[in-house]
T-cell receptor, first 114, second 113 residues
Framework: DVKVTQSSRYLVKRTGEKVFLECVQD?????MFWYRQDPGLGLRLIYF???????EKGDIPEGYSVSREKKERFSLILESASTNQTSMYLC?????????????FGEGSWLTVV | DAKTTQPPSMDCAEGRAANLPCNHS???????VYWYRQIHSQGPQYIIH???NNETNEMASLIITEDRKSSTLILPHATLRDTAVYYC??????????????FGTGTRLQVTL
């Protein structure tokens, strides 16, 4: 089974802190994604990566950056956390870019910024 | 991208089959139908997907109508652990939007004793 592991399930951070959310997948997938999910707004794509050291902006990249130094690991960075970044963050991965390549999600990281 | 329409909620008795409908009348001939579910406070779980033919796996069956304008997810013997929000999603075969999953409001399935 595909395993997408997010390092932290629940975090509480202060406004202005730098926050790292880590994600690891064990299936040698090429593609990795970071989404956030908010009530009433559904799932929104923040960033995705098609290969090591490559990244592309999603729909809401402002206030976020990402890092992919190794194929299995994709990190989301909040440079200076703000209260409007309180959300559930979801990491995902897929073998390829095509519609037939299933996207698998991690358990989610609940971030509260106070 | 094709949009989907699902009933907001459904109930099902434990042990019975749960049949969750999805309308995707604007689907293109080469777009995939995916189903995910999300249990409260957890990440979305992949269930099944299909293109033209009906599909079955250990979790569920997917029935796609011949005109592909609608589909039904079938959980053959629902249990309390199947209580979740179920999302039907249409994905293009390629291109940037193939990676951008768009979850609608889904169907909240409540399985009861």
């Amino acid at each position: 089974d595909v395993k997408v592991t997010q390092s932290s399930r629940y975090l509480v951070k202060r406004t202005g802190e730098k926050v790292f959310l880590e994600c690891v997948q064990d299936m040698d997938h090429e593609n990795m994604f970071w989404y956030r999910q908010d009530p009433g707004l559904g799932l929104r794509l923040i960033y995705f990566s098609y290969d090591v050291k490559m990244k592309e902006k999603g729909d809401i990249p402002e206030g976020y950056s990402v890092s992919r130094e190794k194929k299995e690991r994709f990190s989301l960075i909040l440079e200076s956390a703000s209260t409007n970044q309180t959300s559930m963050y979801l990491c995902a991965s897929s073998l390829g870019r095509l519609g037939r390549n299933t996207i698998y999600f991690g358990e989610g990281s609940w971030l509260t910024v106070v | 991208d094709a949009k989907t329409t699902q009933p907001p909620s459904m109930d099902c008795a434990e042990g019975r089959a749960a049949n969750l409908p999805c309308n995707h009348s604007t689907i293109s001939g080469n777009e995939y139908v995916y189903w995910y579910r999300q249990i409260h406070s957890q990440g979305p779980q992949y269930i099944i997907h299909g293109l033209k033919n009906n599909e079955t796996n250990e979790m569920a069956s997917l029935i796609i109508t011949e005109d592909r304008k609608s589909s039904t997810l079938i959980l053959p013997h629902a249990t309390l652990r199947d209580t979740a929000v179920y999302y039907c999603i249409v994905r293009p075969p390629s291109g940037g939007t193939a990676s951008k999953l768009t979850f609608g409001t889904g169907t909240r399935l409540q399985v009861t004793l």
